[in-house]
């Protein structure tokens, strides 16, 4: 069976994390397209997002992961990019009905919130979880009209 690409980027303030994630990430089966940032030295989460936003918006893989601080920057960023819906999560709950209710295709979170421990309990919560699609389908269908109405 192929391998599910997962496309992951963060900036400086989550260097650390990402480090640590990855080889969770592969261990789940994904193989990770790692977008940088490559070092600890500082740098502008913008950039990041955008590469990660790209990966999904050309179909190379379906979703993404971004970190940050505080995950906030992360999202801001993400959601300015067409089809990208980006939730930062700091508890499982949200991590998973945001795939559920929201079909979120970014996952956004902040080394300076959460913990590895927790980091892995949110990429399990929102990875292992599907859209649900019905009711929330049509939600989700106003988000793109949004996006469309701004052409
Ligand atoms: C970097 O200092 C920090 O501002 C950034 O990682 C992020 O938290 C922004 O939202």
């Known amino acids: 069976m192929n391998k599910k690409i997962l496309s992951i980027g963060c900036?400086?303030?989550a260097y650390n994390l990402k480090l640590k994630l990855i080889p969770y990430l592969?261990?789940?089966g994904y193989e990770?397209?790692?977008v940088g940032t490559d070092s600890p030295d500082s740098c502008d989460y913008p950039v990041f997002a955008k590469r990660?936003?790209?990966n999904i918006q050309n179909g190379v893989c379906e979703l993404g992961i971004l970190i940050c601080g505080t995950g906030i920057g992360m999202s801001m960023a993400a959601n300015k990019h067409r089809?990208?819906?980006?939730?930062?999560c700091s508890d499982?709950?949200?991590a998973r009905a945001t795939r559920q209710h929201n079909n979120a295709n970014v996952l956004c979170?902040?080394?300076r919130v959460v913990g590895y421990g927790m980091a892995?309990?949110?990429v399990d919560a929102f990875l292992d979880t599907p859209f649900e699609g019905g009711k929330h389908q049509r939600r989700v269908d106003m988000l793109t009209a949004i996006e469309d109405a701004e052409k």
């Open 11 to 13: 900036d400086h303030a």
């Open 26 to 28: 592969e261990e789940k």
């Open 32 to 34: 990770i397209l790692d």
């Open 52 to 54: 990660v936003c790209e």
């Open 83 to 88: 089809g990208i819906r980006a939730a930062v």
């Open 92 to 94: 499982t709950f949200s």
């Open 109 to 111: 979170f902040g080394e």
């Open 120 to 122: 892995c309990e949110l």
